[in-house]
């Protein structure tokens, strides 16, 4: 089988590369260190690869947004969407459903060993979702995320989310746009994101 390595870690690439192809089983077709060179490795084969090992970030990309990109491609080029492992050193649940909202298969923490690396590639081939147990308990308590935001935060979030400007959610609500501006704070704290683009995928 072959997989696409996605990782601005050369050495990183290398190591996994080294226990896949021991295993017999898996061949590393390519490895690309940013989004623009995976989806060109993607554009110039004739074959898509059985999988796909993607990090969160990659230099100033965000890995994420490979997810929607290869399931346009896919869906253009009437070709099967390839499983995508997100492998990554960063445990933050609600990144890690995104991923998964967005179609990826899998999350691996970094911190895992070859035997979870494995384990997690043989259960997605298998058409299951695999997420490493030590941010099973971090993922489930997303499932409450809105239980950590008031009436009107939630309000906020639903206008963002909606792309409404600071401005136009200010009228709607009736509020001053400083007030808004204080509540996407109180937000932006709450969840541990940065820009608004993370808040619309809430």
């Not at 993607?42 to 990659?58: F, N, R, V, W, Y």
């Not at 492992?85 to 990826?104: M, N, P, R, Y």
């Amino acid at each position: 089988m072959e997989v696409l390595l996605i990782d601005d870690h050369p050495m990183l690439n290398a190591g996994i590369a080294a226990i896949l192809e021991a295993t017999g089983l898996f061949s590393v077709c390519a490895q690309a260190e940013s989004l623009t060179q995976a989806m060109g490795v993607i554009e110039k084969s004739k074959t898509m690869p059985s999988l796909i090992i993607l990090d969160m970030l990659l230099g100033e990309d965000n890995g994420l947004d490979f997810l929607p990109m290869l399931e346009k491609y896919c869906a253009k080029n009437k070709m099967p969407k390839p499983p995508v492992l997100v492998c990554s050193a960063l445990g933050d649940s609600f990144k890690i459903k995104t991923a998964l909202e967005l179609g990826a298969a899998g999350f691996l923490s970094k911190t895992g060993d070859k035997a979870e690396l494995l384990k997690a590639i043989d259960t997605i081939l298998c058409g299951k979702v695999y997420v490493s147990g030590e941010v099973n308990i971090k993922l489930n308590e997303s499932s409450s995320l809105y239980t950590k935001f008031s009436e009107r935060e939630i309000e906020i979030i639903n206008l963002l989310k909606a792309n409404k400007s600071n401005k136009q959610i200010a009228e709607i609500l009736v509020l001053s746009q400083r007030t808004v501006e204080n509540y996407i704070s109180k937000i932006y704290f709450k969840t541990g994101f940065s820009s608004r683009e993370e808040l619309q995928r809430l």
